[in-house]
């Protein structure tokens, strides 16, 4: 019974972190790129007094905000692609750097 108990736990912390990687994870990735890319523009879509200098842009902030974004573009491609791959009968493999489609055992 406590080696059921232990699977069943284990099982549900893979679905938990599964779901908080990919369910919020790319959310938040996206609000960060859209806060590092504000960030990077010296904060242009705030209101300054008359005469006021606004923050100074940091060229990095865009950087990263353009980075993050790449990111959450690729997670999306690679959901897409899991989705595909199981219509057409195949899986995806992460044996190689690259993800591959490959039959299923």
Not at 8 to 20: I, M, P
Not at 46 to 71: D, M, N, R, S, Y
Not at 75 to 87: K, N, P, Q, R
Not at 89 to 104: R, W
């Amino acid at each position: 019974m406590g080696d059921n108990l232990g699977f069943a736990l284990e099982g549900a912390w893979k679905v938990l972190l599964a779901g908080l990687v990919l369910g919020a994870g790319l959310p938040i990735l996206f609000a960060l790129g859209i806060r590092s890319l504000a960030w990077g523009a010296g904060g242009d879509a705030e209101t300054h007094a008359e005469g006021a200098a606004g923050p100074k842009a940091q060229p990095i902030g865009t950087v990263i905000g353009w980075i993050l974004f790449a990111v959450v573009l690729a997670g999306i491609a690679l959901g897409i692609t899991f989705i595909v791959a199981s219509g057409f009968g195949k899986q995806l493999s992460f044996e190689h750097i690259f993800p591959t489609i490959v039959d299923k055992h």
